[in-house]
């Protein structure tokens, strides 16, 4: 038995070096699918390390091209059965330029409290605030709306803020999101990985499910 765990052990020491040496790179460029395929090169440098040889590879413009005005928010959630609780996060893909504010509503279905995500923990408002105008209504502001310097950087990705929600008795808990484009005058928008997510008016409006992971293999939200 002991030679069984050390070779499972020993297999799962490399699973994790190989796991944790993976990284995402993210390049925003302004290229049209005209232009067809361009090529790029990444050299990573770590601790005095280089990387043998260099990340070279094609991009096709035409297959990854969209419109750089509209961003994408996305859900995910982690449900504490015992506590009878779930944090949920808010998260954007590709923030458009000039961005300083979000405005969104949340149903009170269940009692829950909106919260900015530090900055090292992957959140992109960190240093914003957070004004409640009622029913149901948040709006997250810039230190300095009128300053372009603390608008999010072109092309992030990241946490927009973190929803605790409690409560949760039952096995799934759906709460009614709906984010507000009229807030952006420039062209910008936010909506979500469907088209059906958009309402009449442009706005993103989706539902945010929480299910208990006993009732279903994954957490999922939509």
Known sequence: MLKIYVFYWSVFKILLEIWGGQYKISYITP????????KIKCDIFYKGLKSTPPLIGKIDAAKIYG???NGIIDFSTSLNVKQKSAEVFMWCEHTPRYVH??????????PYTVALVPEKEGGLCGNWKIVDEGNGWFKLTSPDPTDPKY???????GTVCKIIVDKINEAKTVIPFKLDNSV????QSFCGRHDFEVDANG?????IKIVDSHENDD????
């Open 31 to 38: 290229k049209k699918p005209k232009d067809g395929v361009f």
């Open 151 to 157: 608008d999010l950087e072109f092309g992030n990705s």
């Open 219 to 222: 957490l999922k939200m939509w």
């Open 203 to 207: 706005n993103c409006n989706t539902n």
């Open 67 to 69: 419109d750089t005005s």
């Open 101 to 110: 504010e979000f405005r969104f509503y949340l149903d009170k279905i269940k």
């Open 184 to 187: 952006y005058t420039l062209g």
